[in-house]
């Protein structure tokens, strides 16, 4: 590969090319449909089913709450949200391989909207591991999302006019108005829009277990390398082992890994601060009381979902601690973190308390590290000219580490 700052931006410029193919010089990245068979969990239906158990729900309360509903081009119902259901992934292929026997899932961070920081990690791992780089997009993120939540000029007047509503708010901006409004009315989304993605990814590799895929082989394994809140999707899918999908993946977790409440998201690029507390109020402060309201809910994360009952126990760190922690005690060989010492949005410290424990008696290796260069959770490594030889080798340092352990 390329020096990064070099990749970084004539890889932006190709991918903007909106082709089905574009070749580089040792890959192809390749452009695929999806359509998303789990998006009637969402909000918005009169009423609910669960196909698997043949259960039945109503849904427990209107769709509108009074904070947060004064643009219906945000307030939109989930269920309604077409880009959310057909969406476009990306596969990052080295040339010389035929259809592959395994596969790295690329997954990214809360409330992004393209891909062109990852391009440069998709593209290193896959020359690297002479792997598939598979760029999955979470439910409303990325190209899962209306296109006008990423209109500088209108998401500025909503920020504007979100500032009037709540003069107390913090960090709320034209980058995160958006989801801010959406999780602030209803912060259920959370549960909802990261259960669609989990059952995407299980989807996903159905089909490709169907042999239909021109890319992977049906038998392909799949390994993970996530950041950010990609982590806890990461996360679930390895513990909860759908269908054995996930026994022998490794997973790689940068810049991610704790359980929820032990995240700072409020950031411009991420949450402002009114959301924030309203998720906090919902999933940590007042779950049970919301859980034993919505039987919906209720099915999902307390009843016979095995995947429901480890997401719960990924919220609050002072429950469900012990089964968690022998979660991941069983899968502590597949296992490997790196965190950035600078990291205000997840803490490195809070990477070591959920992986290795509240007693460090977890054996899951939790590098952490710190660059010479001035980076953060959004930008660990800045697209800029100041310091890029040093930035091209530490990017090449963290993820050469997260490709010797995938291919190890």
Known sequence: MKQYLEAYWELIGKLEENSPKIEL???????????????????????????????????????????????????????????????????FRPKSESISREAIFLFHGFNEKNWNKYLTWAQYLAETTRKPVILFPMAFHMNRTLSIWSDKRKMFLMSEKRRQMFPNIVNSSLTNVAISMRLHSRPQRFIWSGLQSYYDVIRFIDQVREGSHTVLHAD???????????????????????????TKSKLALFCGGPVFNRLSPVSKFIIDSEANVALYSYLIEHFEKHTAKDKHLQHYIKGPHAEGHIFHAMLNYNEN?????????NVSDDLMAIGLEQDEVIPSYEIVN????????????????????????IAPFPAVAK??????????????????????
């Open 25 to 91: 010089d040792e890959l192809d990245v390749l452009r695929f449909d999806f359509e998303s068979e789990a998006h009637d969990l969402l909000p918005g239906m009169e009423e609910y089913c669960c196909h698997q158990h043949k259960d039945h729900f109503d849904a427990n309360q209107s769709f509108f709450h009074d904070i947060g509903t004064f643009d219906n081009q945000i307030q939109i119902k989930d269920i309604d949200i077409a880009e959310n259901k057909q969406f476009e992934y990306m596969i």
């Open 354 to 377: 959920t992986l290795q424990g509240a007693n460090r008696d977890i054996r899951i290796p939790v590098h952490i590290v710190d660059f010479e260069f001035p980076y953060n959770h």
């Open 387 to 408: 310091n890029s030889e040093l930035i091209d080798r530490e990017f090449r340092n963290i993820f050469g580490k997260i490709a010797d352990f995938i291919t190890a």
């Open 220 to 246: 392909t394994q799949f390994h993970v390398v996530a950041y950010s809140i990609g982590c806890l999707l990461s996360e679930i899918l390895k513990l909860a082992n759908p269908k054995g999908y996930f």
């Open 321 to 329: 601690r012990a089964y968690r922690e022998q979660l991941f005690r």
